[in-house]
């Protein structure tokens, strides 16, 4: 394996955009192409992505056509079926060029313009080769905790053949292989961090939803 980094600069980190999903709660649509304030998810995504990269892609697995008139590289996986995540991830580490990977799902459009950033400043200060992103959110009971969201994850080239071996294992559990890994865990809880940063859009009515939420916020 490579000798641990003291710094991560931004053209060492491949951003990836994961839109290769089934998009079963969303009656089967591609998620990826979905307007979210007339544009589409996927596109929303690169645009908030690229300042903070190298280089960007796309992951996806039907429309390619479509994927490809943004105009970026559009890796399939290379694993049948749709197995996850993960093997977007895997699709990624096997075509970067750069020694870093940072992925994104495309349905949460209002992730952080620092999460390179802050992601690849606690991995190089840890020597982690895994990190991912966490934000607090009120339980059913009231209570403020802070919930993992591993799919916004940075993760070494090196963790190439582990992740290869995991999901040839038949194994498919995001947090499952990431704690397996040297990995860190990166709070966005600081005052100034958008509260609605990682809201997940899973159906049409979590999209609507978030679209009424966001232009309903005061201009600033």
Not at 74 to 86: A, E, F, H, K, N
Not at 104 to 117: I, Q
Not at 168 to 185: E, I, K, N, Y
């Amino acid at each position: 394996m490579s000798a641990p980094q003291h710094s991560i600069e931004s053209s060492q980190i491949t951003g990836l955009v994961l839109a290769g999903g089934r998009g079963t709660r969303f009656g089967g649509a591609d998620k990826g192409l979905q307007p979210f304030l007339g544009q589409p998810l996927a596109r929303r995504a690169l645009d908030r992505l690229a300042p903070q990269v190298g280089s960007i892609a796309i992951s996806a697995n039907r429309h390619l056509d479509e994927y490809a008139r943004f105009k970026v590289p559009v890796w399939s996986d290379s694993l049948v079926d749709y197995p996850g995540p993960l093997a977007g991830m895997l699709s990624g580490l096997e075509h970067a060029q750069s020694d870093w990977l940072l992925t994104v799902p495309c349905d949460s459009p209002l992730f952080p313009l620092d999460l390179a950033e802050r992601l690849s400043a606690r991995a190089a200060a840890d020597h982690s080769l895994v990190a991912f992103a966490a934000a607090p959110e009120t339980d059913a009971s009231g209570q403020r905790t802070l919930r993992t969201h591993p799919v916004f994850c940075l993760v070494h080239r090196d963790l190439r053949s582990s992740l290869a071996a995991y999901l040839a294992s038949g194994s498919h559990r995001v947090m499952h292989w990431l704690m397996a890994q040297p990995h860190s865990q990166v709070a966005f809880d600081q005052p100034g961090d958008d509260p609605l940063a990682f809201s997940n859009t899973n159906t049409r009515e979590d999209l609507q939803r978030l679209e009424l939420e966001l232009t309903a916020r005061p201009t600033r």
